[in-house]
């Protein structure tokens, strides 16, 4: 199904078309900076529910959700049909693409975990932990993608093969990339393999910077976007989640960027105030997270007053289904695909 959108998000049309995608938003050209991309794509899933095989290691899933099967994926619809409209009222350029029922994809929500998108060209794919998430990766979608959004693809690095070997790197979960300083963090996890980010690092031209954090209970975090994220002007980091042998040299990273550094708590990155994303609209900045994250935010002014300060927009949409049974947020939902350099 392709459902098209008028200014403001409200759904005027739909057209079968199974397995497509959708241009959504101003489809004139947008400038945008190295960090931030004028373009997002979003996968409506076709299933949706608490991912068992994931559970594990993502201890911000809530097995004790009574909201299951169609239900569930009935909400996870509307809360990421909702994200759409937002931006693309906003001036953001976004794709829905339409997840296939079979085979079933708890998780397909996510595709920031098996696909980035380059400016110079390079589509990664990438190992995925749970055996259950990896036909999320979909050719047919790349290449409607790329056709769509005139990405012009010069190289194809696919490392999804370093599953047979139990290592995993989960895209930009995994990774929070600073393109301007070109420079990729990573804390490392079950999910994220120190190894595999040192072989993506030399692959793509950017320097490692490794180290673990936890949440407050003391366990591994399970990708490094709940806590990091970086935008054209700003850092948002939980400082206090990074391990003190590590944390020191983390933020003189962070710091050396010549970013505004914005540090939030525990209690607000456990409520994924650190799982932001900034993209560029009509030549303005735009930084969006969840409604449960702008209030986690508000609730640490300083931080709250900074970041506004450092962006144009803020947009936050309450997507309670998605974080609660996921076990991620509004970050997670978006795969950026930039405009590739001439």
Not at 12 to 40: I, P
Not at 143 to 154: I, L, N
Not at 178 to 199: G, I, P
Not at 263 to 277: D, Q, R, V, W, Y
């Amino acid at each position: 199904m392709i459902r098209s959108w008028r200014a403001g998000g409200v759904p005027r049309a739909h057209a079968e078309m199974d397995g497509m995608l959708k241009w959504m938003g101003n489809r004139a050209d947008a400038s945008d900076t190295r960090q931030s991309a004028s373009c997002a794509l979003l996968v409506r899933p076709a299933c949706f529910g608490y991912n068992v095989e994931t559970a594990q290691s993502n201890h911000f899933q809530s097995p004790a959700s009574a909201t299951a099967g169609s239900a569930a994926r009935d909400l996870a619809r509307t809360e990421l049909d909702a994200l759409a409209a937002s931006l693309c009222a906003a001036g953001v350029r976004v794709y829905v693409a339409e997840d296939t029922a079979d085979p079933v994809k708890p998780d397909a929500v996510f595709p920031n975990n098996w696909v980035s998108w380059h400016r110079d060209g390079t589509v990664v794919l990438y190992p995925l932990s749970a055996p259950n998430r990896r036909a999320e990766r979909r050719a047919e979608l790349l290449e409607s993608a790329a056709a769509g959004s005139g990405f012009q693809r010069r190289r194809l690095l696919d490392l999804s093969q370093h599953e047979r070997a139990g290592r995993f790197l989960e895209g930009t979960g995994s990774l929070v990339l600073d393109h301007v300083q070109r420079v990729a963090y990573a804390c490392r996890s079950a999910r994220t393999d120190e190894t595999l980010v040192r072989e993506w690092a030399r692959l793509l031209d950017y320097a490692p910077v490794c180290f673990d954090a936890y949440d407050a209970a003391g366990r591994p975090l399970y990708h490094t976007n709940v806590m990091l994220a970086v935008g054209t002007r700003w850092v948002v980091v939980c400082a206090q989640a990074i391990a003190a042998s590590d944390r020191g040299r983390v933020l003189a990273h962070l710091r050396d960027s010549g970013r505004e550094l914005i540090e939030i708590t525990l209690p607000a990155m456990g409520s994924f105030a650190g799982n932001l994303l900034e993209l560029r609209a009509r030549e303005r900045r735009v930084v969006v997270m969840s409604a449960r994250a702008r209030a986690a935010l508000r609730a640490e002014p300083a931080a709250w007053e900074r970041l506004c300060a450092a962006v144009d927009e803020v947009i936050d949409v309450p997507v309670p289904t998605i974080e609660a049974l996921g076990g991620g947020s509004v970050r997670c939902m978006l795969c950026e695909i930039p405009t590739v350099d001439a």
